[in-house]
Each structure stands twice: as structure tokens, then as C-alpha cells.
């Protein structure tokens, strides 16, 4: 703690100087995200569920609740199994896989197909907006020795992306937020001088900011106000674009975007 507040005392003072910032004057439950996977190992595909792949969900789950992200796992009971099979998800069929979830009104749905060659596990995922059933789905594929890291750059993915939407206006209608804003950025990770440094310049060079003030500093979390002709949504599009802040899954607030520094 008393080098937190030595780094306060230091950054408040040579702020003016070192980074050129000002010193400023100092939710809702998530919508369920529905997941079908299927895996191939060694034989056919088969959907992610039971006893079969327990670790596999439970690796699935714990990611999921550290970003956030209500995941929800279909029953396939037998009127499911009589619906849709596990080919129906490899091979990305949407109109069998809206269907099969209709019963459970999820806004996002996901479909991965998960396979493991040698050591490497290859995943190819899908995510879909129902409430944008004009858009194609998104897909991106990642591969890696650890199923538990694939787990958690999908999930990452879900985060951000509703992340995103929160900054959009009601009704999808972005183009009329486009007016002049302060936009609120809370980021923690700030152990050194040098940390702060480098996140100012990175909040400075984004192409939509104007300027950056510093609204307050406690402990390791800095508050930012960033001056700009855009607005929340392109604020966190623009973040997003580089690797140094990312979202903080820890932490839910309507006021400001949430980052931490990528250490």
C-alpha cells in the first residue's frame, strides 16, 4: 500500500510535465449465451455434454464466469437428438441450429467444432446475433495443445463483443451517438511510472481522441476522462485494436470502460 500511494503522489505531480495529461477535478444480468459443441477425438463427433467431457465444461464454465459471460449448455434431450445432430454443428448449419435453440431465447449463440489432430487441438467457431438476423454469422478459427485456452479466448470474445453493444445506442442506431463526449476509461494494472506512461501514450494516439485528462489515481487504477468527436462504442472499437489494454472481466460498470494493462 505505501508504494501504491508513493506512485500516486508521483504521477499527480509530474503528470503536467512527463505526459503532458491534465489533472482533472476529481448492472444489468447478463443475457444467456448458448453454446453448441461438438468434439472430435479419436472418432466421430460428438456433443459436449454428460460425464463424457466433464472437464471439458467445467473448463468451459470456469472461463465463461471470469469474463462474465452467462454460458448455457443445451439439454439435448430426445426431442433435441430427433432435431439437430452433431454433424449439424460441425458443418455450421444455422437454419437447423436456430431452430433447435428457439426454446431457449438466447440472444447469442455459438457453435464450435473442436478436433484434435496429434497434440493440437483445432477449433472453428461461429457466433450469431439473433437479434440481428440480418447478419451473417462471425466466425475465427485458434488452435493450441490447451482446450482450457481455447475456452477462454471464446469467451473473451463474447465479452468484448457485448461490451461493444452496451456502447451502442438503443435500437443498433450508432450514427446519432456520434456527437462530442467525454468518454469515461477506468484502467488497472498500473504498478510503475513507466506503466502509466506507456497507457497514456496509447489513450493519446488513438485516431478519435482529442485529449486525455486524469481524473484520479487509487492504488494500482487510474481514472481517465478522454476527450473525443466519437463516442463509448468507437472509444472501445479503437481499444480493441491494440494489445496493451484489454477488457476487465472483473469488473461491470455503466460509467466508464473497464480495461486492465495486459502484463
Not at 53 to 81: C, F, K, W
Not at 119 to 125: A, F, G, M, P, Y
Request: glycine share 4%.
Amino acid at each position: 500500500m505505501k508504494t501504491h500511494n508513493c506512485l500516486v503522489a508521483l504521477i499527480l505531480s509530474c503528470s503536467i510535465w512527463f505526459t503532458g495529461v491534465v489533472v482533472a477535478d476529481s448492472g444489468k444480468p447478463n443475457e444467456p449465451v448458448l453454446f453448441w459443441v461438438v468434439i472430435e477425438q479419436n472418432a466421430a463427433p460428438q456433443f459436449l455434454a454428460g460425464d463424457l467431457h466433464h472437464n471439458y465444461i467445467t473448463q468451459l464454465m470456469h472461463s465463461a464466469q471470469a469474463y462474465g459471460v452467462n454460458a448455457l449448455l443445451p439439454m439435448l434431450d430426445l426431442s433435441e437428438r430427433l432435431q439437430l445432430h452433431e454433424q449439424d454443428v460441425a458443418q455450421f448449419k444455422w437454419d437447423v441450429l436456430l431452430a433447435a435453440s428457439q426454446r431457449y431465447n438466447a440472444k447469442t449463440i455459438i457453435a464450435g467444432r473442436l478436433k484434435k489432430n496429434d497434440e493440437v487441438w483445432e477449433c472453428s467457431w461461429q457466433i450469431y446475433d439473433s437479434t440481428q438476423p440480418q447478419l451473417e454469422p462471425q466466425s475465427w478459427s485458434s488452435s493450441g495443445k490447451d482446450l482450457a485456452e481455447q475456452f477462454v479466448m471464446v469467451n473473451e470474445t463474447v465479452a468484448k463483443r457485448a461490451q461493444l453493444d452496451d456502447f451502442a445506442l438503443e435500437g443498433g442506431n450508432i450514427a446519432r451517438a456520434m456527437a462530442k463526449e467525454v468518454v469515461k476509461v477506468r484502467i488497472t494494472g498500473i504498478e510503475s511510472l513507466d506503466v502509466y506512461s506507456k497507457v497514456v501514450e496509447i489513450l493519446q494516439t488513438l485516431p478519435i481522441v482529442s485529449s486525455v485528462e486524469l481524473n484520479g489515481l487509487t492504488g494500482d487504477e487510474a481514472l481517465f476522462f478522454i476527450n473525443t468527436d466519437s463516442d463509448k462504442y468507437n472509444v472501445a472499437q479503437a481499444l480493441a485494436a491494440q494489445e496493451n489494454l484489454v477488457i476487465n472481466p472483473n469488473v461491470n460498470s455503466n460509467e466508464y470502460l473497464e480495461y486492465k494493462v495486459n502484463s
